[in-house]
């Protein structure tokens, strides 16, 4: 019997990606979405058709403690065998200082951190029956701030520490590690000039693909003896510093 992989925020870009991957390598999908009904029903109904009844969708607030929480339980209810939880949903806007209320705070780290760690700490006893792992996807930025950025950056941060201490209390049965993309996709709000700072500054001199995360994911999944790593995936930006935005 196959076993199933719950990937938030799954109905669009690199958590579309990890979604397709992880189904064709077996697993069946729930995913995941908040306000993307459309798109999370269109990758159920063909990821269906590739394979019947393995993939269904499942809709949450990460912004709302409740709602996270009614997730978690739904998905215990249901008894499927989960050994695959990939935590990549994300809020991501700017955060000047001084031009930021206590909500968007409160949103930005609880979607971002709070949201993730309640995941993986409930749904952690069926993940443990099935020797499962938690994938977090981080960001390069939680390492070194995005200007303008700072809550999301600290909220990457916090949920880099998250990793290694749930890869820490969840041992030996769960595996957890993270994943820190670079320029991977483009933000809605970039501009050309930003994006060519950005792309002059790594090595590899070109952006990424949701499939060289997507990729990384299926390796982790797959190696019983990797935990508590965090992986940067970024052409090699982060080994010679940051420029650009």
Request: hydrophobic content about 40%.
């Amino acid at each position: 019997m196959a076993t199933w992989a719950l990937v938030t925020g799954a109905a669009k870009r690199i958590g579309l990606a990890i979604a397709t991957q992880l189904h064709s390598e077996g697993y069946n999908i729930i995913i995941h979405y908040g306000n993307s009904a459309d798109e999370a029903t269109e990758l159920k109904n063909k990821l269906n058709m590739l394979r019947d009844n393995s993939a269904q969708v499942i809709q949450a607030d990460l912004a709302d403690p409740s709602a996270v929480n009614k997730l978690a339980q739904d998905i215990l209810s249901s008894n499927l065998p989960l050994s695959v939880l990939v935590n990549n949903a994300s809020s991501f806007y700017p955060t000047p200082l001084g031009k930021t209320d206590f909500a968007q705070a409160q949103q930005l780290l609880t979607t971002n951190v709070l949201s993730p760690y309640r995941l993986a700490e409930q749904l952690s006893p069926v993940l443990s029956q099935h020797q499962g792992c938690i994938i977090n996807m981080l960001d390069i930025h939680g390492k070194r701030p995005l200007k303008d950025h700072g809550l999301y950056s600290i909220s990457k941060a916090a949920l880099e520490m998250a990793t290694l201490s749930l890869a820490q209390e969840l041992a030996p049965n769960v595996r957890v590690n993270g994943v820190s993309p670079g320029a991977i996709l483009w933000p809605e709000q970039s501009d050309p000039q930003s994006q060519q700072a950005v792309l002059s500054a790594i090595p590899l001199a070109k952006l990424g693909h949701p499939e060289d995360i997507a990729k990384l994911v299926s390796h982790l999944v797959s190696a019983p003896y990797i935990s508590g790593q965090i992986i940067a995936v970024d052409g090699g930006r982060s080994a010679v510093g940051f420029t650009g935005a």
